[in-house]
């Protein structure tokens, strides 16, 4: 089992910035992927960014230029840096890690999510 713990969502003015980080434990694979999901109400959830334990990075079009996703592999943390926040950047995001043995995912993991909130 991996449990993720998450922290660093809040409340900020648009246009402000918000540092996010997930810290992992337990039976994580040398080759994972991490990542950060957002679920805005009344909508799915969706992918923001993951990185790869070798650092490739996803980062969905609508946060590009604006989102960073780092990850410190020697603590399992992966952090997501939030930029020129948005009023529809709001919603609650969740951490997610998948750990990985070639193209398989042989397990994938939820954090319990934090919330943010981008008021106009």
């Known amino acids: 089992q991996v449990q993720l713990v998450e922290s660093g969502g809040g409340l900020v003015q648009a246009g402000g910035s918000l540092k996010l980080s997930c810290a992992a434990s337990g039976s994580i694979a040398s080759s994972n992927t991490m990542g950060w999901y957002r679920q805005a109400p009344g909508k799915q959830r969706e992918l923001v960014a993951r990185?790869?334990?070798?650092?490739?990075?996803n980062i969905a079009e609508s946060v590009k230029g604006r989102f960073t996703i780092s990850r410190d592999n020697t603590k399992n943390t992966v952090f997501l840096q939030m930029n020129s926040l948005m009023p529809e950047d709001t919603g609650v995001y969740y951490c997610?890690?998948?750990?990985?043995?070639?193209?398989?995912?042989?397990?994938?993991?939820w954090g319990r999510g934090t919330q943010v909130t981008v008021s106009s």
């Open positions: 990185i790869t334990s070798g650092g490739d990075t």
């Open positions: 997610n890690l998948q750990n990985t043995f070639g193209p398989v995912v042989t397990g994938a993991y």
